[in-house]
């Protein structure tokens, strides 16, 4: 079993700037990839991010490429995602995952991001 719990979220004005943080625990962390993903409200929860366990391998979704680094550090079992550049469709529910890369076995509760005009 694994736990996620993320943080980091909050209220910023466009153009701003927030980092999430997601600590996992439960069993060795630094073999899975993990991920980020997002739900606004009324849409579908959508892919934002992952990163592989060694760091090598990183995707992004379109939108947000450029503007959100992912990282992670395996010693402290956790996975970052720092969000410059900041746009009102940003706001939304994000969320941390653990998994293969293509499913993902674990989820944390969400955190909110809402970005104001």
């Known amino acids: 079993q694994v736990q996620l719990v993320e943080s980091g979220g909050g209220l910023v004005q466009a153009g701003g700037s927030l980092r999430l943080s997601c600590a996992a625990s439960?069993?060795?962390?630094?073999?899975?990839?993990m991920g980020w993903f997002r739900q606004a409200p009324g849409k579908e929860r959508e892919f934002v991010a992952r990163?592989?366990?060694?760091?090598?391998?990183?995707v992004y979704a379109d939108s947000v490429k450029g503007r959100f680094i992912i990282s992670r550090d395996n010693a402290k079992n956790t996975v970052s995602l720092q969000m410059n550049s900041l746009k009102p469709e940003d706001t939304a529910v994000y969320y941390c995952?653990?998994?293969?890369?293509?499913?993902?076995?674990?989820w944390g509760q969400g955190t909110q991001v809402t970005v104001s005009s």
């Open positions: 439960g069993r060795t962390f630094s073999s899975r990839s």
């Open positions: 990163i592989t366990w060694s760091g090598e391998n990183i």
């Open positions: 995952a653990e998994g293969t890369g293509s499913f993902w076995s674990y």
